[in-house]
């Protein structure tokens, strides 16, 4: 039954927000009582924290989607990464940015989010990064640059709601990251020539 509850909240949130519902509220639009709600999560605090914890839950499954991913090429690798962000966000995202919000205001139920956000997904990126042909010593910066990226484009197509101009715009992106890159390695390997002796 909670998970139910949490999963039609879940749904109502994403369609509504949730920063200013009661918990009233939420209850009459899910269809059941506010006193159901307070069995199964507390309060309405710890309903927030319940929906936080599934919005980390989510974003840990695309984590390990990631990691069992088995694209070599760069290209392919990059839009992979792309192609799992936007999926269920252009469902979810609203609330995910929502919550995010909530982090950076330093909510309480919102505080996990903060640990979560970046640097579990730095890691696993950048082990895609050098799977791609990056050097591993630049790569983490480049994943967090990818992910930055993507999350901008992300809020762009939101907002726009032009994910095709986000798609080409990621994609710019992911080409311009390997030139940056084979650019790196070529630095890397060529030799300065031998001066002329007398």
């Known amino acids: 039954m909670r998970e139910e509850l949490l999963n039609a909240v879940i749904e109502h949130a994403a369609d509504h927000g949730i920063a200013d519902r009661s918990l009233r509220t939420i209850a009459d639009a899910i269809g059941t009582s506010h ?10 605090e710890g ?12 974003q840990r499954e695309v984590l390990a989607e990631l990691d069992r991913s088995g694209h070599d090429d760069p290209h392919e690798v ?3 990464f792309w192609s799992l962000v ?22 309480p139920h919102a505080e996990s989010m903060r ?6 997904w730095l890691e696993p990126l950048t082990r895609l990064m050098v799977r791609g042909g990056d050097d591993p010593r630049r790569a983490r910066i480049h994943a967090r640059l990818a992910l930055a990226t993507s999350r901008g484009l992300l809020h762009d197509a939101l907002v726009t709601g032009d994910l095709d101009a986000a798609n080409e715009a990621m ?3 992911t080409d311009a990251m390997l030139a940056s890159v084979r ?3 070529s630095r890397a390997t060529s030799r300065p020539a031998t001066p002329s002796g007398d």
């Open 35 to 44: 006193r159901m709600l307070i069995y199964h999560f507390g309060s309405r």
């Open 47 to 58: 309903l927030l924290a319940a929906v936080v914890a599934a919005v980390e839950a989510g």
């Open 78 to 80: 990059g839009m992979h």
């Open 86 to 107: 936007t999926g269920p966000a252009m469902r979810y995202g609203p609330l995910f940015f929502e919550l995010a919000t909530h982090a950076m205001q330093r909510r």
């Open 115 to 120: 640990a979560e956000m970046v640097e579990p």
């Open 171 to 173: 994609a710019e992106f």
């Open 183 to 185: 650019t790196d390695e």
